[in-house]
């Protein structure tokens, strides 16, 4: 990093993919040595159970979901233990809501992973293509067919050591 990229916080969206890992780690490479992460994950209970007796426990069976899975992030990531950072868990849509924290942290940048789910998605609307469309800051978008790539390249490797 250089001296005018550090003590700046990034914003990463985080919903247990492993291009949400990758856009995770990607992240903490960015803001060491000073800077900060504010690990963003949204989630919502479906409308149609409004009316259900049992919303409200749906609704916190979510939020118990949300953190375990931050919880696991923090207990299986080693390197975001180098790197200060914070949770926001939301209910809600996750664009508006990495966005919104984006906007709340002044972040410098948002890191998101991308499960590229193709063209017909894309049509539809996809959470990497409202951020980039809706933020602010820049946006970098880990795909997860790098990830694929990646593993192969090792594996390739591995067989040839």
Same mark, same amino acid.
């Given at each position: 990093?250089? #001296?005018?990229?550090?003590?700046?916080? !990034?914003?990463? *969206?985080?919903?247990?993919?492993? $291009?949400a890992? =990758?856009? %995770?780690?990607?992240?903490?490479?960015?803001a060491? #040595?000073? *800077?900060?992460?504010?690990?963003?994950h949204?989630?919502?209970? #479906?409308?149609?159970? %409004?009316?259900?007796?049992?919303?409200?426990?749906?609704?916190?069976?979510?939020?118990?979901?949300?953190?375990?899975?931050?919880?696991?992030?923090?207990?299986?990531?080693?390197?975001?233990?180098?790197?200060?950072?914070?949770?926001?868990?939301?209910? *809600?849509?996750? $664009?508006?809501? !990495?966005?919104? $924290?984006?906007? %709340?942290?002044?972040?410098?940048?948002?890191?998101?992973?991308?499960?590229?789910? *193709?063209?017909?998605?894309?049509?539809?609307?996809? %959470?990497?293509?409202?951020?980039?469309?809706?933020?602010?800051? #820049?946006?970098?978008?880990?795909?997860?067919?790098?990830?694929?790539?990646?593993?192969?390249?090792?594996? =390739?490797?591995?067989?040839?050591?």
């Open positions: 990093m250089t #001296p005018d990229t550090t003590n700046r916080t !990034i914003v990463v *969206g985080y919903d247990g993919s492993p $291009a890992l =990758a856009a %995770v780690e990607y992240a903490i490479d960015r060491l #040595p000073d *800077g900060r992460l504010v690990l963003v949204a989630y919502t209970v #479906p409308v149609d159970y %409004v009316a259900a007796s049992y919303y409200a426990e749906l609704q916190q069976d979510a939020a118990a979901c949300a953190e375990t899975m931050l919880d696991n992030l923090e207990r299986n990531c080693e390197h975001l233990v180098t790197v200060e950072h914070q949770r926001d868990i939301t209910v *809600g849509a996750a $664009a508006p809501a !990495i966005i919104r $924290a984006a906007e %709340v942290n002044d972040a410098g940048e948002i890191v998101i992973g991308s499960r590229g789910h *193709g063209r017909v998605r894309a049509l539809l609307g996809s %959470v990497a293509h409202d951020v980039i469309h809706r933020a602010q800051c #820049p946006v970098i978008v880990i795909p997860e067919r790098m990830i694929a790539a990646r593993t192969e390249a090792l594996t =390739a490797l591995a067989d040839v050591i």
